[in-house]
């Protein structure tokens, strides 16, 4: 059982980029599948989560109204837009299995993807 991170990359700030998770089974169903970032000498902060089911969604302060989390059931896959990029949101992303939508409570993390946002 697996979540694969990728699409980070650089991108000059007012851009946009799209994360991709994709989660090597169904198990994660009954998951919130959640979005992590860390920067350099930062915490690992949350950044936004979807329900497999339902499709509830919670994102940070931080990002509303920027990123959006969507998700793709028939191809197991969640996605982060994230639009108008700041250099704040420089980091490492993660995706997560969550138990909860506020994902305290992490099951399974994927590898991480960088975001490098130019000024």
């Known amino acids: 059982v697996q979540l694969q991170a990728s699409g980070g990359g650089l991108v000059q700030a007012g851009g946009s980029l799209r994360l991709s998770c994709a989660a090597s089974?169904?198990?994660?169903?009954?998951?919130?599948m959640t979005w992590f970032r860390q920067a350099p000498g930062k915490e690992r902060e949350f950044v936004a989560a979807?329900?497999?089911?339902?499709?509830?969604?919670l994102y940070a302060d931080s990002v509303k109204g920027r990123f959006t989390i969507s998700r793709d059931n028939a191809k197991n896959t969640v996605h982060l837009q994230m639009n108008s990029l700041k250099a704040e949101d420089a980091a490492v992303y993660y995706c997560a299995a969550a138990r909860e939508l506020t994902g305290t409570t992490v099951e399974y993390w994927g590898q991480g993807t960088l975001v490098t946002v130019s000024s």
């Open positions: 089974a169904r198990t994660f169903s009954s998951y919130a």
């Open positions: 979807i329900r497999w089911s339902g499709g509830s969604t």
